[in-house]
């Protein structure tokens, strides 16, 4: 399993902008379709997105789509959630998560979690 390590989470004004990071050791994050979900509490995991081995086809929540982009250096092993123009609803904590296969589609059960996710709070 690839250990994961999310960062680039805080607080934000509504409108605001976060770039997290997803940074992996052990193993090369390229060899891996990645994905963002997250998690409020008391609900299940969402799906945000999700990006190819090699970077050329990605999946947006349509939450999300327009103001979301996912980005990948496998170079420095990272996967990146540039996020944009947030909003209240976007408060969660966010994962990523890797599939070895072929899929990056939105079912969380389908990848495999390694971190303890970031805190993303957009107050209004």
């Known amino acids: 399993q690839v250990q994961l390590v999310e960062s680039g989470g805080g607080l934000v004004q509504a409108g605001g902008s976060l770039r997290l990071s997803c940074a992996a050791s052990?193993?090369?994050?390229?060899?891996?379709?990645v994905g963002w979900f997250r998690q409020t509490a008391g609900k299940s995991r969402e799906f945000v997105a999700a990006?190819?081995?090699?970077?050329?086809?990605?999946n947006f929540a349509d939450s999300v789509k327009g103001r979301f982009t996912i980005s990948r250096d496998n170079a420095k092993n990272t996967v990146y959630l540039q996020m944009s123009s947030l909003k209240v609803e976007d408060t969660a904590v966010y994962y990523c998560?890797?599939?070895?296969?072929?899929?990056?589609?939105?079912?969380?059960?389908?990848?495999?979690?390694g971190g303890q996710g970031t805190q993303v709070t957009v107050s209004s």
């Open positions: 990006i190819s081995r090699s970077g050329t086809n990605s």
């Open positions: 052990g193993r090369s994050l390229s060899s891996y379709n």
């Open positions: 998560a890797t599939n070895p296969g072929g899929y990056y589609g939105s079912s969380p059960e389908r990848y495999d979690y």
